[in-house]
């Protein structure tokens, strides 16, 4: 229940018609205190400096001294693969533009056209530019609202003669905003674009991330594809020397089928490996804002898996993780959270409203510009409720929770973070492990295959020998080319989860 009560005569309406210096002083007043009202209102302090609350809403960024994974070392063997597979004279990868790190002028050319036309960091765009204006709706707020009007009216009483009313004004009104409401929405609306903007710059990280993922994963199965391939044509090659074995009574047919089937197996891994190959292109498409078409020419051209450079350092600081534009995000949502209490709290004290107004009043349109239809108003009022069943103080609990559930998002994006680096540390130290033993294996296998198909064809060994040997070759090449483009994807997740992809100073300005 709201009440308007008048506090003493300057608050009641003062509506006279007066001489022309009478008048021109009264609009002067009004117009000052209206003009003057803001600047003096935007003096109080801010949100900001109101005794370190906004530090006090933050939980504390705990991080740890070191990572569990201090260091990956690269064993000899996986950093001869690397170096022979990254760009040569690289320098260590800067975190903010990693994927040029990879020296591979396709994978960079599809991250910048991802970045362009992606649908996720337009949609991130557009939410930036909304919560821009309803900051700018608060800010409005603290200023005084100016309108026009005018009118006519014609009227008759019982069988008097009709007569004509003539009015025009201005109208202003403004909210000192004693008890701060508006104060908070602007800090609140302010908080809010902040994180709408480090929104963005998030988006672009995962954008980042997801085309590198997505192009490392179609590099590794066109590399399994010519292992197939390559493969096939080994298997092909037996099969012709088991048949004419066969014709010369110097094999069995039992020999000559397990030739054939060993041979159709690995066929059938091609197609299903170009399907797969298709599919990863599309994907690249969609996230580069294209047609699945447009990937036609990726898919002809073949080219290794892209690798960081062999000289990158792994042990990442721990302080790096308050670059992640996520976490940063989330905090300004603590504040924002923070801003809305202080905005519920202050909804519950009296608001003081001023309100002028200077117009013209006549009977016909030719008096109006004398100065007996000049009128003026001036009104201050005060309201406050007195019962509302405790729905101010509910409002400001409501509040409180939302800053609590701002709080626990904040922590959970932390620990969600401090995650991602231990896992992808861990998977890092593990798959360089393991490149260089299945690189062994795999030139292991090689020559067993080789020699194998020498000796079957000079009679010195049966044909299960060789099938053994063909079918460890396939695996061993395939699990390597699997290992490399694991090893490549675990350098991208390990960006994303250190927050690369974005320097925090050349953000979105202000605007």
Known sequence: MQTRTPLDPMMASIRQTRTAGHAGRALAGVALVLALAPGWAMAEPTLAARGGANA???PPLLLPAQW?????????????????R?????????????????GDRELMARVEQALQA???VRSALAAVEQARALRDVAQAGRWPEVGASASVQRSRSGDAAAGNSWRAGLDAAWDPDLAGRQRAGISAGEAELQAARYGLEQARVDLAAEVALSYIELRGLQARLAIARANLAAQQDTLQITDWRVQAGLASSLDLEQARAATEQTRAQIPALRTSLSKTAHALALLGGQAPADTQALLETAQPVPLPPAGLVLSFP?????????????????????????????????SFQLAGSLGLAAARPADLFELASLTRTLLAGLSASLFDGGAARAQVRAQQAALEQSRIGYEATLLGALQQVEDALAALAGDRERLA?????????????????????????????????????????SELETTRAALSADHVRLYLALGGGWTPDAAVPNP
């Not at 992640?324 to 009296?350: G, I, K, S, T």
């Not at 795999?442 to 044909?463: K, M, T």
Request: glycine share 4%; aromatic share 6%.
């Open 318 to 350: 721990a302080e790096t993780l308050r670059q992640r534009a996520d976490l940063r995000a989330a905090e300004q949502r603590v504040l924002a959270a923070l801003a809305r209490v202080d905005q519920a709290d202050a909804a519950r004290w009296p």
């Open 437 to 477: 033993r299945l690189q062994a294996a795999a030139e292991a296998a090689a020559n067993a295959e080789l020699l194998a198909r020498q000796r079957y064809a000079s009679g010195l060994i049966d044909f299960r020998t060789v099938l053994d040997t063909q079918r460890t070759l396939l695996s061993a090449q």
């Open 68 to 84: 569990s994974q201090v260091s990956v070392p690269m064993p000899e063997q996986a950093s001869a693969v690397d170096a022979g």
């Open 56 to 58: 006090a809403a933050l």
């Open 86 to 102: 990254s760009s040569s004279g690289s320098a260590p990868t800067e975190v903010a533009l990693w994927w040029r790190g990879f």
């Open 118 to 120: 992606n649908t996720s």
